[in-house]
């Protein structure tokens, strides 16, 4: 029987959770055996919840890639750049494959670590970098080869996710609920990566790459986040039959793939709005497929481990694939910016100053940047005298709604940032 030898560098909770994987690997339902070669960490004395006294221990991921006892290099160091990124070019000039559960490193030098995999005749793989334990990236790559994929949307950020629905659930503040999220293990050890959208973008890059057979780059995906979204919006959104996520989209387009990350307000009817808490979801839509969607948990150490015991599994199979899954006759396809074209109806909530003319000026500010109201809700001012307003637009363009922000923001009468979202159109 075939044994697969581990080089495991990173024992945070993925690391270890994969060690306990190992560990216990008679349960699982693996081609073969699965022993760990060696291990290395930033700290060799931290307690673990495993034990791994027993692993030979090397004090530098590189040299754990390069050791000749080490057939697979799982990294678990995260960072796009760094240790990280240097074991694993070792790693595959040394001719082994890799897993990854960065997606950081991926999104942003994913396209040339391909490159080297495929030179070498080795995989390149990376499950649990999108979505931990939702089996979505080698469901897209080789389940679903057989299918146009138009578009890819989703929910990538479970920390974000569990934000929104918290806050609105509980009637508690984002610091509270981030907080939370950490203690829970689902944030980023820097949540700044999450609540900026950038964890989601790149998950969002990486699927879109993979989707739409593009060459990933990562300077043209937008990226917003959660950081300027508060309770009031969610409720007066709440109010207007509508639920506020951060949303992950990926699609194709007449000049190329357009990737963007922002907060969304989503028909409580669609689908993307039931999936609450830390859960993730990948809704993919194609011919002759229609739609295929995955949810499940896209944050925390069990989950995330699993994935990369799922990636361990294939290297059993010895027919290495393209890491995006391309061949190289394929037709690339390029990343480009969003078209401001684009049309979409708009939540929008406001704070004015509750004197007479001001819903006046909001109107007008609108009407000049060619935006019309649908629906219109307004609070009595709170006792700083800021009435909060919230209004749902007729569909506009995203030029057209550029202008409104504007505007918007310079107001005589408006006190604060307005938010901005774009309505995601009811699914089927
Ligand atoms: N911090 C991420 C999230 C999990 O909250 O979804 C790992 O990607």
């Known amino acids: 029987m075939k044994t697969l030898k581990l080089g495991i560098a990173g024992l945070g909770h993925v690391g270890c959770g994969l060690v306990d994987l190992v560990q216990r690997q008679d349960s699982l339902r693996l081609p073969g055996k699965v022993e760990i070669a060696g291990i290395t960490a930033r700290n060799r004395s931290r307690n673990r919840p495993v034990n791994v006294e027993d692993y030979k221990w090397f004090d530098d991921a ?142 969002a890059a990486i699927l879109a790459a993979i989707a739409f057979s593009a060459d990933l780059d990562f300077s043209k995906v937008s990226v917003r986040g959660v950081e300027g979204v508060e309770l009031l919006d969610l409720d007066l959104a709440d109010r207007l039959g509508l639920r506020i996520k951060l949303i992950a989209e990926g699609k194709i387009t007449s000049d190329g793939v357009v990737c963007r990350v922002e907060p969304y307000a989503l028909p409580v009817n669609h689908p993307l709005a039931r999936v609450n808490g830390s859960l993730n979801t990948i809704r993919i839509e194609g011919d002759p497929l229609g739609a295929v969607t995955l949810t499940g948990p896209g944050a925390g150490p069990g989950p995330t481990a699993s994935a990369v015991m799922g990636d361990v599994a294939k290297l059993f199979n010895p027919i290495a694939r393209p890491a995006f899954g391309r061949a190289d006759h394929h037709d690339v396809r390029k990343f480009v910016m969003a078209e401001p074209d684009e049309k979409s109806a708009y939540f929008v909530r406001v704070r004015l100053r509750d004197r007479a003319g001001s819903l006046a000026e909001l109107t007008e500010a609108l009407a000049d940047a060619g935006v019309s109201v649908d629906k219109l809700l307004q609070d009595s001012a709170d006792d700083d005298g800021a009435a909060p307003i919230a209004i749902v637009t007729h569909i506009c363009s995203r030029r057209e709604i550029g202008i409104a922000r504007e505007r918007l923001e310079s107001l005589e009468s408006n006190i604060g940032t307005p938010q901005i979202m774009a309505i995601e159109a009811s699914a089927d």
């Open 62 to 203: 590189a040299r754990l890639a390069a050791d000749d006892s080490v057939n697979v290099f799982v990294e678990l160091i995260g960072g796009s750049d760094g240790p990280a990124k240097v074991a694993v070019e070792t790693a595959l000039k040394s001719g082994k494959a890799v897993i990854t559960a960065n997606k950081a490193l991926i999104a942003m030098h994913g396209q040339e670590l391909a490159e080297l995999a495929r030179e070498q005749g080795v995989d390149l793989l990376f499950e649990a970098a999108v979505a931990g334990g939702v089996p979505v990236v080698r469901v897209l790559r080789d389940s679903l080869a057989g299918v146009d994929v138009r578009r890819v949307t989703g929910i990538l950020n479970g920390t974000c996710n569990f934000l929104t629905t918290e806050m609105l659930a509980t009637r508690r503040t984002y610091e509270s609920v981030l907080a939370e999220a950490q203690r829970l293990g689902y944030a980023e050890s820097d949540p700044t990566l999450d609540v900026s959208g950038m964890d989601a973008a790149h998950k």
